[in-house]
């Protein structure tokens, strides 16, 4: 079974501009793959079509078995919340220590305080943060803000991953261990789709790469 | 992570009822972390509170001030000049019997014209008169708890005696005062009303630049699955708070503001022989000043965040 299924999608912009054309593919139930392509190829718009931040345009986007089309803005909450979105800038809230940053999504879902902080802490664990977690992130490093962001996005233990240019801010030595840890989250079954442009990174994993180029698929390498 | 077990959740009630409390304190808290800016509005919401509540005090005393006054209403009945001091004295004991009237004094000619001459000041002027101009005059108090209409009814019936040259009633300037206060009263609603949309527009404005400084935060939280209704509570408990602790400002500034004129006012009237003493909201309306308060933070708060925060959606 599939998480991801796109169908003929296509997404233009105001103006006629092509983000997306015609691309068709799939991403298994457990599966971790790269979406790679050069800067404009269109792969934050594909995340952002998973993660109902944009609508396409034609086509139709399939995730856990469910048709995006048939979700109304007064459901995408509750379908956001069964997602686990990682950012380039880490998108932090730098007012908050970390173990508040990580809480956020299960405070969005209303859970008791207790449960909160066995799985904030839990999360932290996997990330290697848990000594952390009354800090700020301003004092943290990029390597580490992006682990809060991570353990944030795999709190709510959610049925896929979305990570979009996740190494970007990040040195290679920094970006390998952010790579091992998606893998180690993949390995427990959670799916995950990474847009990145970093090729030398992403070649030198065993993952399949989807390659998009100008708003097509060009191929699906494994 | 994704084998462990599913966390227990409250049930619907239960969860709401936790999110309302965690907003409800965490927005006091977001106003106690910016003390100065927060200070600053509950001041300006305080302010703008205490003027309408303060007039409505002023209005309260005022026409408390002219009941008292209505209670001392005295008629003048001046007598025909061929009426003697005996037949006034009898006419007065006869108005006094009157079940209406409270009191009636008889002020003969003399005694009238002697009062004239200490409190005009024309005494030697007066001295130059071969014969003394002033009627005799009967002062009647009617009941104060008659209606107006009555008094007026009584001061007619007075006034068509055949001793009576003519009956006047001490009553027209009350009626001007009230008739004065009556347009005063409709202005400060007025001014209430405009204050309370001044209010509103204050914490809008004040919510307004909250959501804009929080945008990214607002953006953050709609990618993580957070609905309109979750990140618009906070900022309504914000409006709540600005509301509530602005009419505390209002209640300790007028509070403030009586206490600094209780003892002036208490001299001034002790010059007028009254034990006037300076009337406050009282208990109901300072719970409707706070409620006011409350309200109008709430309505400016949620007037701002409908408009807002759909419009904030992440990119």
Not at chain 1, 46 to 56: A, C, H, N, S
Not at chain 1, 117 to 133: F, I, K, M, S, Y
Not at chain 2, 84 to 112: C, M
Not at chain 2, 136 to 161: H, K, M, N, S, Y
């Amino acid at each position: 079974m599939n998480i991801v299924e796109f169908h003929d999608v296509a997404k233009l912009y105001p103006g006629g501009q092509i983000a997306l054309e015609g691309v068709e593919f799939q991403l298994a139930r457990g599966e971790m793959a790269f979406l790679t392509g050069h800067s404009g190829a269109g792969k934050s718009t594909l995340l952002k079509l998973i993660g109902l931040i944009e609508r396409p345009t034609r086509g139709q986007v399939i995730i856990n078995g469910k048709n995006l089309s048939r979700i109304g803005n007064f459901g995408i909450p509750a379908y956001r919340q069964r997602l686990g979105l990682i950012f380039q800038e880490y998108n932090l809230l730098y007012d908050r220590t970390v173990f508040d940053n990580v809480a956020l999504p299960l405070v969005i879902r209303g859970l008791r305080h207790d449960d909160i902080a066995r799985r904030v802490r839990a999360a932290l664990d996997t990330v290697g943060l848990l000594p952390h977690e009354r800090k700020l992130p301003i004092t943290l490093s990029g390597g580490e803000q992006q682990r809060v962001g991570i353990a944030r996005a795999v709190v709510g233990r959610p049925h896929l991953i979305l990570a979009d240019e996740p190494t970007g801010n990040l040195d290679p030595g920094l970006s390998a261990e952010i790579m091992r840890l998606f893998a180690r989250l993949n390995e427990t079954g959670t799916s995950v789709l990474i847009a990145s442009h970093d090729v030398s990174l992403i070649e030198q994993l065993p993952y399949r790469r989807i390659i998009l180029d100008q708003g097509r698929l060009q191929s699906l390498h494994h | 992570m994704a084998g462990s077990p599913t966390p227990r959740r409250p049930l619907a009630p239960q969860r709401l009822a936790l999110q309302h409390a965690r907003n409800l304190i965490e927005s006091l808290g977001r106003l106690y972390r910016a003390p100065l800016a927060s200070l600053l509005t509950i001041s300006v919401i305080g302010i703008t509170l205490a003027l309408p509540a303060g007039l409505h005090v002023l209005l309260k005393n005022l026409d408390s001030l002219s009941y008292s006054w209505e209670g001392t209403l005295q008629t003048s009945l001046f007598l025909q000049e061929n009426v003697d001091e005996a037949s006034g004295r009898a006419l007065t004991e006869k108005i006094s019997a009157r079940d209406e009237i409270v009191s009636s004094q008889y002020i003969s000619r003399a005694q009238a014209l002697l009062e004239f001459r200490e409190l005009s000041g024309f005494g030697e002027a007066l001295n130059t008169l071969d014969h003394n101009p002033l009627p005799a005059v009967i002062v009647v108090q009617p009941d104060p708890a008659l209606e107006a209409e009555r008094i007026g009814e009584i001061v007619t019936e007075l006034g068509q005696l055949p001793q009576v040259e003519q009956a006047q009633l001490d009553q027209a300037w009350i009626q001007r005062l009230y008739a004065m206060l009556a347009i005063v009263q409709h202005g400060v609603t007025l001014i209430a009303l405009l204050l309370a949309f001044a209010v509103v527009f204050i914490v809008g404005n004040t919510i307004r630049l909250d959501i804009e400084n929080r945008r990214e935060e607002i953006e953050v939280m709609k990618l993580l699955g957070a609905s309109d209704g979750f990140i618009r509570r906070p900022f309504l408990y914000s409006g709540f708070w600005y509301g509530l602790l602005g009419g505390v400002f209002a209640w300790l500034l007028l509070g403030l503001c009586l206490f600094a004129m209780a003892a002036p006012v208490r001299e001034m009237a002790g010059l007028y022989d009254s034990n006037l003493q300076l009337q406050g909201l009282g208990g109901r309306g300072w719970l409707y000043l706070l409620l006011a308060g409350i309200g109008l933070g709430w309505l400016g708060s949620a007037f701002t965040v409908g408009r807002r925060l759909h419009a904030i959606q992440p990119r």
